[in-house]
T-cell receptor, first 113, second 110 residues
Framework: ETGVTQSPTHLIKTRGQQVTLRCSSQ?????VSWYQQALGQGPQFIFQ???????GRGNFPPRFSGLQFPNYSSELNVNALELDDSALYLC????????????FGQGTRLTVV | GIQVEQSPPDLILQEGANSTLRCNFS?????LQWFHQNPWGQLINLFY???GTKQNGRLSATTVATERYSLLYISSSQTTDSGVYFC????????????FGTGTRLLVSP
């Protein structure tokens, strides 16, 4: 059984640029959620995709967007990067859209300069 | 909004000691998980425990949903237990939104 994998592991971008982060969900899982973790804090929920549609969103601006593909892998896109977007981005997959155990990838560490 | 509070914020132990980490939450839960975040940032699943008690080796957890708290017990701690422990709670939103606590930073010294 393949776990949750994310790419890339590290990324440096310039303010104003756009970035795409990728996540492959665990085998058999149809739900992917994305979280942002700033240094010294707990992860914050960005949004969730269930069967290729966004079905829940946290308190993040529209420049944070995503996609989920038919194989349930997912992308997180961030436009117009700001310095405060520097964080660890975590992807989680689960077997259903609610009330099931979530499994996390190793994260992508994004630095905006 | 939903609150998840963890205590203590920091904990220093000698190898072999036992510890109890606490997680209080402000609302009912349909999902409660405990994680260990390793130094590289990955969240390792410890327990999925919306209610009841579970044990896995030296670790055990108890959630009393009616009283809105969960406890993580670590016995005979080892240096590899060092890191940050998070509890995270999911509610009745219809989607898998986990609200994380602020974490307990554990350091186990040899």
């Amino acid at each position: 059984e393949t776990g949750v994998t994310q790419s890339p592991t590290h990324l440096i971008k310039t303010r104003g640029q756009q970035v795409t982060l990728r996540c492959s969900s665990q085998s058999g899982h149809n739900t992917v959620s994305w979280y942002q973790q700033a240094l010294g804090q707990g992860p914050q929920f960005i949004f969730q995709y269930y069967r290729e549609e966004e079905n829940g969103r946290g308190n993040f601006p529209p420049r944070f967007s995503g996609l989920q593909f038919p194989n349930y892998s997912s992308e997180l896109n961030v436009n117009a990067l700001e310095l405060d977007d520097s964080a660890l981005y975590l992807c989680a997959s689960s077997s259903d859209r609610a009330n099931t155990e979530a499994f996390f990838g190793q994260g992508t560490r994004l630095t905006v300069v | 909004g939903i609150q998840v509070e963890q205590s203590p914020p920091d904990l220093i132990l000698q190898e072999g000691a036992n510890s109890t980490l606490r997680c209080n939450f402000s609302d009912s839960v349909n999902n409660l998980q405990w994680f260990h975040q390793n130094p590289w940032g990955q969240l390792i699943n410890l327990f999925y425990i919306p209610s009841g008690t579970k044990q896995n080796g030296r670790l055990s957890a108890t959630t009393v949903a009616t009283e809105r708290y969960s406890l993580l017990y670590i016995s005979s701690s080892q240096t590899t237990d060092s890191g940050v422990y998070f509890c995270a709670r999911g509610g009745n939103t219809g989607f898998q939104k986990l609200v994380f606590g602020t974490g307990t930073r554990l350091l186990v010294s040899p």
